[in-house]
Structures are given as C-alpha cells and as structure tokens.
C-alpha cells in the first residue's frame, strides 16, 4: 500500500481492542516500528517529515468544546515529535474515509461517531510515502453527557488516545507497566481507567520519538 507513492494512503483505526492490525516484520536495518508497549501504524506510516502540523475543528461546536483539551495534545505533541503542534481556529470539515489537508488533524465533537459501537470514538491516519500526513478524530460526545459519570480524565485520555491516532500510533501489543506504575495510553481499557495527568505515558513517547528518528530510512530508501 505505501508503494503506491503518488497517493495517500487511508488508515482508519477504532478505538477498540477488537480491531487486529496485520504484525509487521522489517529487516534489522529498516525504521523501527514496534517496541514495549508501542507501535506504529505500519506499514502506512514509518515516521513524521519535518512540517508543522495544525489541530482544526469540524465545526464550531466542535472548536468550543475541543479546543482546551487539544491545546495540552499539541503542546505534548510538540514536545515528543519535535515537530510544531499548534491549534488553529479553522474549520476543517471532516468525512469519514476523506483526508483532511495535509499535516492537518481535523477533530469532531459528536454523539455516537459510530452509530454501530455508540460508546466509542475513532480516529483515521493518513500517510504519504510512509510519512504520517494528516488525520482526523471523532470524539464522542457522549462522554460529557450528564448522567453518563464520565470522569475528566476520561475524556483527556480519550482524546490523548485519539490525536495519537492521527499521526500514526496504534494500539500496542502488549500494555506493560512503566517505572512510574503507567500502562500505555494506547490500551484501549487504560484510556478509560487510567487516571490521567494531561501527558502522554512514556510508551507513547517512544513512539513519538521514533516516528521521528525513523526520518532517516524513509530518506534512504526513496
Ligand atoms: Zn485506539
């Protein structure tokens, strides 16, 4: 899929244990995509080029609601990628399948995304030439509903979980602890248990960290 240069590529990754992500093999001196507790969304997506990326909004709903809780992604983002996170006050409509503008990531704020799973939220990665390119997250807004007892950091860490879907993280393998007693956020069941403290877990930030130190295979091997 990541031969065909010319197009992007489209990933479209659920929030949901179910969901199997074919194993990746790659030989010893290619980009590493997968370690203790983290992998990329491979093999669309290798790595990160060096453009800065904007966070927009489906709507203006979805730009009042979302906007606090981005503001802590792209600035995490920032950190861990080394690429410039900013968000935006634009309005990017989103379609699910469709990829939003290039190092756009388009976020939605909407009741049951997906009518056939309604607690769920999802997210979709695009890539071109194995480098994440843009993406979008449907964020369930369900989760604020009164009644629903959804804690904040549920939703922070649903959120964290999602945007680190749009660059081409996915769900780990395996959900080990880390050194502070920390699961990866990228579990499906730790989103919403993990009582979160407005930052990525280590494990997610090895992912970062590679999706940008792989920069120098996508180079060699164009
Ligand atoms: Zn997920």
Redesign the pocket.
Known sequence: MNRIAANTAFVL????AAVLTPHDTHPATGPVTAGHGWKLQTPNITHIDTQPWTIAFHDTTSRTKLTPYVKHTAAELSTHLGVKVTVSTRIVPTTVGKCPPSHTIAVRWISKPNPAHPNRSF?GACSLRGAAYSGYAYINSDYWAPGRRFHEYQRQNVIW??TA?TVGV??PATCPKDKTGRKPL?C?VDTYTSTGTRRYSSFEQTAFKQLRTNRTHAAVNK
Do not use: G, K, P, R
């Open positions: 990754t659920l929030t949901a997210a979980h999602e879907h996915t769900h990228m499906d």
